[in-house]
Every structure is written in C-alpha cells, then in structure tokens.
C-alpha cells in the first residue's frame, strides 16, 4: 500500500491528489487529523469522533422519576 501524506485544506485534497496522478475513480483509505481543533466546538468533536456512540445500545440507569424534588 502506498502512502501519501497531505497538510492541506479539505476543500483542496481532490485537487492535491489529482496533481500527484491519483485517478479521481481510485478507491483511497483515508484518515483525517484535525489541524485546526480550536475553531471546532469541544462537543462538536466528540459528536463527530463517534467515541460514544456505545451509549446508545446501554439501558438508561436513571429516569425523571430519580430527580430530586428540591424545596417543593
């Protein structure tokens, strides 16, 4: 497997790839880094790495019926 490694702008990679002869009908691997974290919301990045998306198939422990019911 070849690799390449590219610090470029998302909206410039087919252009970039195209420069290096890489086909636009080729099948790429590809995996992305994050340059610039500081203009993405902290939430936005966990949402989008998918880390969590195990909770989704995990039975919830608590309901609203587990809220304190405070100064009533």
Do not use: C, F
Request: charged share 30%.
């Amino acid at each position: 497997m070849q690799q390449i490694v590219l610090d470029a702008q998302a909206s410039d990679i087919p252009a970039e790839l195209a420069r290096r002869g890489i086909s636009g009908s080729t099948r790429v691997h590809v995996v992305v880094e994050l340059a610039d974290t500081e203009s993405l919301p902290m939430a936005r990045i966990a949402q989008d790495g998918r880390a969590l998306d195990w909770l989704e198939d995990e039975p919830d422990l608590y309901t609203d019926n587990d809220l304190a019911k405070l100064g009533r």
